[in-house]
């Protein structure tokens, strides 16, 4: 049927001396179309569109039923493709095709018959499980026409039925489950608080009368997500029928007509098949898009978080700059870093219990902390600061060269003796306290020999010492004259308080221009 503005058209170009092919053409219409309108008069094409209005359409049959849809969503627009797929996973084939239908709703609205909501969308109805609450997962298998098989991963949301999938070429271990599980929390937009699984042998050891036995990583998983579960036997319809049904789906309609290269390409027509059908067509059990849904159900997911399974990738980490003490801060925390690393830029990663460090370089992981809740907090690790990298002998031969004195030398021989299960930790104190910043070598002599005196020779001790001498020279040079100061700093020595004496030279400057003025 031509529709109001059509006919009008076809009219003003006849007047305008048109002929019915030209019309044609213009118009981009069948020649009988427009032989037929020409004949018809304004009167008869009014009489002639109310007939046609009022005729038999192909889904008035399932009128009553469409506006059920409808109603079910709270007369919110729903895309004509999901009530198509609706109506024809329920009756099987329909009387017309997908655009009939979608005209037919247009027609439906015109007349009054549907009134549809433009507004936001309002949820009212009380869901059999509250949103955010459960998540049932399954595997499946399937065959592919190279001989191959593909091993799937399902979830689905219970409530609002949004659902995730992927596939791999190997039956799952308990890693790929956890880290499937984790790209679904992603998928999902938060984590649900309970799991509905069974006992596959990936997630559970053993059960006896209830008490459940999980697998290290997965009881691992559990802990550290702070997720509830509850385990079914197989082929549960009334507990995970909902999974069930979904892998069932995957099987006979992503598999029906499909065939692919690689994993990865039929990964990737997964996702879009799951945003298109699995998620974007009108649930049988809700009467809803679940696509729509989750929207909703998101509100009432836990936030994503980090996992200790997820530290290995890169574009997870952050970046933190090691300060002048070799310390990073998390949180108002600093945590020691490998000398090495000192001003320079490491990568993080962080979740809710540990703190990885790595070399941003290498990619090698150098430190592993429990996060610290006390605000503040300095967090050691001498296993982090050992530097292995580097041999003890090495860090013998750097210390004993920072400075020429014999009482160094004789000093750090009796330190290696005392602490020789320590060796390594106590050139590491030399480096921190004597390697960066000018030292007073007089007050340093001073102090060595102070402490071989007194048969005290940790590093610790020594710096002490050392700071005692130079407070008693700053008090001294306050009240009086002081002796020359000699100071070290990476291997060149000078005095530091040395002033030398400059004489009046008015007097000889008075004589000279009294002799020049004579002249």
């Known amino acids: 049927m031509v529709k109001r503005a059509m006919y009008y058209e076809i009219k003003r170009l006849q007047k305008q001396g048109y002929g019915i092919n030209r019309i044609k053409r213009e118009l981009r219409i069948d020649k009988k179309t427009v032989r037929k ?61 997908e655009n009939s239908l979608r005209n037919y709703i247009r027609y439906l609205v015109l007349t009054g018959r549907l009134t549809l909501d433009e507004r936001k969308r309002y949820y009212t109805k009380v869901a059999d499980l509250p949103y955010g609450k459960q998540l049932q997962i399954d595997f499946g298998v399937k065959k592919n026409r190279r001989g191959g098989k593909y091993y799937i991963f399902a979830a689905v949301l219970s409530t609002s039925r949004f659902k995730y999938s992927a596939l791999r070429e190997r039956p799952f271990t308990a890693m790929d489950l956890i880290l499937h599980l984790l790209d679904c929390f992603d998928y999902l937009g938060g984590i649900p608080q309970e799991l509905v699984i069974d006992q596959d042998s990936v997630m559970v050891v053993d059960e006896n009368a209830g008490d459940i036995l999980y697998t290290r990583e997965f009881g691992d998983f559990i802990h550290e997500m702070a997720l509830s579960m509850r385990v079914c036997r197989k082929s549960d319809p009334e507990s995970k029928g909902k999974i069930e049904n979904f892998v069932k789906y995957i099987k006979y309609n992503f598999f029906a007509l499909r065939e692919f290269d690689t994993v990865i390409e039929a990964n990737d027509s997964l996702l879009k098949w799951l945003e298109r059908r699995a998620n974007g067509k009108i649930s049988q059990a809700t009467k809803k898009i679940p696509g729509i849904e989750i929207v909703e159900e998101r509100k009432y997911l836990k936030p994503l978080k980090n996992s200790i399974y997820r530290k290995d990738q ?57 996060l610290s809740l006390i605000p503040g907090q300095i967090v050691k690790n001498k296993a982090v600061t050992r530097e292995m990298g580097v041999t003890t002998r090495a860090l013998k031969g750097e210390v004993m060269g920072y400075f020429v004195l014999e009482s160094w030398r004789e000093f750090l021989e009796a330190n290696f003796s005392t602490f ?48 005692h001498f130079l407070k008693e020279r700053r008090i001294s040079a306050e009240n009086g004259l002081s002796e020359p100061v000699l100071m070290v700093c990476n291997g060149v020595i000078r005095a530091a308080n040395v002033e030398v004496a400059k004489p009046d030279t008015r007097p000889y400057q008075a004589l000279f221009e009294t002799a020049g003025g004579g002249q």
């Open 37 to 97: 309108y020409l004949k018809m008069d304004e009167d008869q094409y009014r009489q002639y569109h109310i007939i046609m209005q009022d005729r038999e359409k192909e889904f008035d049959v399932l009128q009553d039923e469409i506006i059920s849809l409808y109603k079910e969503n709270d007369f919110l627009k729903l895309p004509a493709a999901a009530i198509y797929d609706y109506l024809e996973e329920k009756h099987g084939k329909l009387p017309a095709n």
């Open 420 to 467: 020789n299960r320590y060796v390594r930790d106590q050139c590491l104190e030399v480096r921190k306290y004597f390697k960066k910043q000018e030292v007073d070598i007089e007050m340093l002599d001073k102090a060595v020999r102070y402490c071989i005196e007194n048969k005290t020779f940790s590093i610790a001790n020594l710096n002490d010492s050392y700071q």
């Open 314 to 370: 890169t574009s997870a980490r952050e970046e933190r700059t090691v300060n002048d003490k070799c310390r990073i801060t998390v949180d108002s925390c600093q945590y020691d870093i490998p000398e090495k690393y000192r001003n320079r830029t490491v990568e993080i990663y962080k979740t809710s219990e540990r703190l990885f460090v790595f070399d941003p370089y290498s990619g090698t992981e150098i430190a592993d902390y429990r």
